[in-house]
């Protein structure tokens, strides 16, 4: 059996799920917004996002599309590759492509323009990349 210090900490969702299903089983009232899993099994569907001219991503770099959390990246032209532009190590933004890289401001970590994998940490995992499409000159991104 393994002792209580080998088991991961539980999230701050667990425990106030859980403390709100003990109200609820004790006949409180409660809500339980949030609690479902991401992994539920059912994925949602996301809409194509827009973010305008694709001659906006330079060839060898990329931009940020802070509002929608998106980075698009030209590792060669014609070549468009699109992630996610939470960081992560820690769930901030990433702010700027520069050298090659995707770099993020919070605690140094750095990503490879052409498959977000992590160039330098301390983020443990590769940026979730997106698909993305060019129609009429326009990128769509799709993020999952």
């Given at each position: 059996?393994?002792?209580?210090?080998?088991?991961p900490?539980?999230?701050?969702?667990?425990?106030?799920?859980?403390?709100a299903?003990?109200?609820?089983?004790?006949?409180?009232?409660?809500?339980?917004?949030?609690?479902a899993?991401?992994?539920?099994?059912?994925?949602?569907?996301?809409?194509?996002?827009d973010?305008?001219?694709?001659?906006?991503?330079?060839?060898?770099?990329?931009?940020v599309?802070?509002?929608?959390?998106?980075?698009?990246?030209?590792?060669?032209?014609?070549?468009?590759?699109?992630?996610?532009?939470?960081?992560?190590?820690?769930?901030c933004?990433?702010?700027?492509?520069?050298?090659?890289?995707?770099?993020?401001?919070?605690?140094?970590?750095?990503?490879?323009?052409?498959?977000?994998?992590?160039?330098?940490?301390?983020?443990?995992?590769?940026?979730?990349?997106?698909?993305?499409?060019?129609?009429?000159?326009?990128?769509?991104?799709t993020p999952?």
């Open positions: 059996m393994p002792e209580a210090n080998d088991r900490a539980p999230s701050r969702r667990t425990l106030l799920c859980g403390a299903a003990v109200l609820a089983a004790s006949g409180g009232t409660v809500a339980v917004a949030g609690c899993s991401s992994s539920d099994g059912a994925k949602a569907s996301a809409a194509p996002v973010l305008g001219a694709a001659e906006a991503v330079p060839v060898g770099g990329g931009k599309y802070r509002e929608q959390k998106i980075v698009v990246t030209q590792p060669e032209a014609g070549q468009y590759k699109a992630f996610s532009a939470k960081c992560t190590h820690a769930g933004v990433v702010d700027q492509v520069k050298a090659g890289q995707i770099l993020c401001p919070c605690h140094g970590s750095k990503f490879a323009i052409a498959d977000g994998a992590v160039a330098d940490g301390p983020a443990p995992t590769p940026l979730p990349s997106y698909p993305v499409t060019v129609q009429d000159g326009k990128l769509q991104v999952s």
